[in-house]
């Protein structure tokens, strides 16, 4: 296909605003799928997915449309992942395209994760179409979400075309907008081949499977491509489009986007945004603005019992394999024994791999805190990164701690915008900006990270019942009065609960966990203090009283099988409690006493 004749485009949404409804009616519309086929089509796609426990990117298709003005197209709607762990990867799809459309509940409004998203489009230099879906249903007010479009957005949303991805109104005008304004790829056929690596995935019968984009130079089957990051070479055995379902094709051309096979081991030796060449004619420069994928939370995975290391181990080098933004090594803790010390893109990524681990493979697991990654400024001069506060060197060394900062953005309805600025405020957040769009408010925070990895979205959520949207962009790193505090349980320090704090509230953190603490943990045959510290100093402590009786005695003397359940039930919580010196510590007192309420 020539240039003119292709377009490239992604979609903006916010979570359940129509993005696949959209999809799947642009295929629909198109014949790409016959419309009887449509439903038996997407089923079948479906299925596959779970046999094969794969996903199938249906929403990355190549759509051929007969336009308006009698000329044929072929349009290329890309996929991007909607979570703000994965900005990077969202910010090289948008790279990969020319426009995008920005969906929009017109029930709804814009979402914070909508604005994240179409900065990303604006900086790529898209052409936005403005898309107001869900017009069928009664509470769709078009008005004052175009009005809401331009004051938030600041894109003229006057021609924002109204649909119903449900009916199909407007689909048509949706089609001839991508035709009419947005601007066709630009591309060499002549020159050496320069594509770039969009996504990539792992499928059980075709090995890792790569969706590039091609800027430059044709890419044929048989041909052989170097990665510009790595270096590693390989053949393309096999190249190919979505419509959706695969089907292949003898090559790509400048502005075209679909996948290659070349028998690539794993998905980590692919990154998303690297460039991909010819081996024997690369071309000159990379594209610009790689970055391998930077782990930015760490934390401690341990099994519950000791005995399931070797599992933990297997599991995660699984799943490191399709994720190569997961970075983990072995880590000994003096509480804990053996596990890893693992990094996530954020705390989305970390919640899924956890669960994967605990629901696939069945491991039960000890989550350290979460901890972000400081630079401790040394008094020599020199300067290291910390991943995990029991590395902390003597602080008597340490010249100053940087922490990462970040820029949070979060729409608000009115109501419940003094919660959220009182809980930015108690989370060390400085306010950059406020405004308000109809009944809604825009607050930008710079705010350190550290507070926000635990459960800031938690109490975001719980303090807006829901209403709230959130998200945000690391901006950089700056000093602070950061100390690290240790938990004492039973005068043993506990290094999984170690965390690194700001000074000024250290004293109400500590409380708070001790307090917790002494709810978390049961009672023994002897006292146990509990205590927060920094340094040698004790600033929190809370004292479990010794259990005194049996706590079967506490049943009618004769009812045995009351006795029995008890004891069960005991032994039943065993299992997920670690010891600690002679106390035992269970699993969710890990998490829960970090949690601040
Ligand atoms: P995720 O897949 O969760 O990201 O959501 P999405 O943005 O892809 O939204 P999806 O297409 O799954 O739509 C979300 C819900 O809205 C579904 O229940 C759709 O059936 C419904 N929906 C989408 N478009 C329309 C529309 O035009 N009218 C009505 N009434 N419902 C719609």
Redesign the pocket.
């Known amino acids: 296909t020539d240039l003119s004749h292709i377009r490239n485009f992604s979609i903006v949404?916010h979570?359940?605003?129509?993005?696949?409804?959209l999809a799947d009616r642009l295929i629909q519309e198109t014949g790409t799928v016959k419309d009887r086929d449509m439903k038996e089509q997407l089923l079948d796609s479906m299925d596959i997915e779970r046999e094969r426990g794969i996903t199938i990117k249906a929403n990355t298709v190549r759509i051929e449309y007969d336009a308006d003005d009698g000329e044929h197209y072929v349009l290329n709607l890309i996929d991007t992942p909607?979570h703000v762990d994965f900005a990077y990867e969202v910010s090289r799809s948008m790279r990969a395209v020319e426009g995008s459309l920005l969906v929009v509940d017109s029930t709804q409004g814009v979402e914070a994760q909508t604005l994240a998203n179409v900065y990303q489009a604006i900086e790529a230099d898209h052409e936005i179409v403005p898309v107001l879906?869900?017009i069928?249903?009664p509470a769709s007010d078009c008005d004052r979400v175009a009005e809401q479009i331009e004051d938030v957005i600041g894109i003229d949303a006057t021609d924002a075309i109204r649909v119903?991805?449900?009916t199909g109104e407007g689909i048509h005008e949706v089609l001839e907008a991508i035709v009419t304004q947005l601007p066709p790829p630009k591309g060499d056929r002549g020159a050496p081949l320069k594509a770039m690596l969009v996504d990539s995935w792992y499928d059980s019968y075709l090995g890792v499977v790569v969706l590039v984009r091609i800027m430059d130079g044709v890419l044929k089957k048989g041909d052989r491509i170097r990665m510009m990051s790595t270096g590693a070479t390989h053949q393309v055995d096999r190249i190919g489009v979505f419509r959706p379902q695969m089907e292949s094709v003898d090559e790509l051309g400048p502005g075209e986007i679909g996948f290659i096979t070349a028998s690539i081991k794993q998905v980590r030796d692919t990154r998303v945004g690297d460039t991909i060449t010819h081996e024997r004619k690369p071309c000159a420069e990379p594209l610009p603005g790689f970055k391998p994928a930077q782990p930015v939370v760490f934390c401690g995975l341990f099994p519950v019992d000791s005995a399931e290391f070797e599992d933990l181990r297997t599991a995660i080098e699984k799943l490191a394999l399709n994720d190569a933004s997961f970075s983990y090594e072995m880590e000994t803790s003096a509480a804990l024994g053996f596990g890893f010390r693992c990094g996530f893109l954020g705390l989305l990524h970390l919640e899924v791999i956890r669960d994967r681990i605990e629901r696939e493979y069945d491991i039960e697991l000890i989550t350290t805190a979460p901890s972000v990654i400081y630079h401790i400024y040394m008094k020599d001069g020199s300067m290291f990164e910390l991943h995990n506060p029991a590395d902390m060197p003597d602080p008597s060394r340490i010249d100053r701690i940087e922490e990462p900062r970040i820029k949070a953005t979060i729409l608000v309805p009115d109501e419940y915008l003094g919660d959220v600025l009182k809980l930015c405020q108690d989370r060390r957040g400085i306010q950059l900006d406020l405004t308000y769009a109809g009944n809604r408010a825009m607050v930008v925070y710079d705010l350190p990270l550290n507070e926000v990895v635990f459960d800031f979205y938690d109490r975001l959520k719980s303090v807006t019942k829901g209403y709230a949207s959130f998200d945000y962009q690391l901006t950089g790193y700056r000093a602070d009065n950061l100390v690290k505090m240790q938990i004492l349980v039973n005068e043993e320090p506990v290094d999984a609960l170690s965390v690194m704090v700001h000074r000024d509230r250290a004293e109400t953190r500590g409380r708070a966990m001790v307090e917790k603490l002494k709810e978390l943990i049961p009672r023994h045959m002897f006292k146990i203090p509990i205590q927060a510290a920094i340094g040698g100093k004790v600033i929190a402590r809370e004292t479990l009283s010794a259990l005194r009786k049996d706590v079967t005695a506490k049943c009618y003397g004769g009812d045995a099988t009351r006795k029995r359940k008890l004891l069960e039930k005991q032994k039943a919580g065993k299992k997920k409690m670690r010891q600690f010196g002679k106390v035992d510590i269970p699993q969710e007192a890990f998490i829960s006493a970090l949690k601040m309420d």
Do not use: M, Y
């Open positions: 949404a979570i359940d605003h129509g993005k696949s409804t909607g879906n869900k069928d249903l119903s991805a449900k």
